[in-house]
């Protein structure tokens, strides 16, 4: 099978007027017009697409020219939303390769849009009825002047736009949240601007202490530390070093900076 660089095709209407739709011929579609497959989803097939943070896929997201239309496409999804109108693919384009490279599934929930990110998950919103599902946009389309998005078969039924093959909509982009910092921080026990106080005290410290010991030298004060720890871990032992002769001792977050030069000391 050879691969064109994007999904040319007719953009899916109803069953009432597929037969009064103009397709474009392509050589990889045995049907000139599209349809609708001859079971209904199942239950299974049904279920929203779950969004899970995806490296950008390594086709389909180049800037494109159809039909003497330039397409750009988004760097980012970040913020998306955007009313306009829905349509559907099913039959035609089913098992052929989607602008990304993957296969199209017309019973998995996914979607073409012209200048989103491939793959990027959305909320598509059935604006007449309030339905919702969330699809994974894996290919280009549709290239229509008032489509906004074209549709998984599935997707479309969830939608409950099967009957009239286009529906007006509101996509919105799901946004992941950055990962959770896990800061970790120090414990410091004591300061001085004489060095050789706090090896000696450092030396003084409880045997089950000396593993989370060390020391660190800020201009001309030297500081002595436990750490660097989780957060959790840090105030059970403040609490800890507080009770145990050290009643002046506080938890310092460490920096970014700072964390970067500990595990790369670490590792060395």
Known sequence: MTKAPFRLGALVMSLAVLQGCT????????????????????????????????????Q??????????????????????????????????????????????????????????????????NLDNQKKVIVRVNDRGPFHPDRLIDLSFAAAYKLDMIGNGTAPVKVEAIEFLSPAIEHRYYVQLFASEDADKIAQLREQLPESWQSHATTETNASLHKLLLGPLPQVEANKWLQQVRAEGFPNAFRVKITANEAEATDSNNQN
């Open 60 to 125: 389909g997201n180049q800037d494109y020219q159809i039909n003497g239309i330039f397409y750009d496409v988004m760097d980012s999804a970040k913020g998306y939303s955007q009313t306009g109108t829905a349509s559907w693919y099913g039959n035609k384009f089913h098992g052929h390769l989607t602008s990304n490279g993957e296969y199209y599934d017309m019973y998995s929930m996914t979607a073409a849009h012209t200048r989103l990110p491939l793959p990027t998950y959305v909320r598509v919103t």
């Open 23 to 58: 397709s474009q011929p392509s050589g990889r579609y045995q049907q000139a017009h599209d349809s609708a497959p001859t079971r209904m989803p199942t239950m299974a097939e049904l279920q929203n697409a779950t969004p899970i943070q995806e490296p950008l896929s390594r």
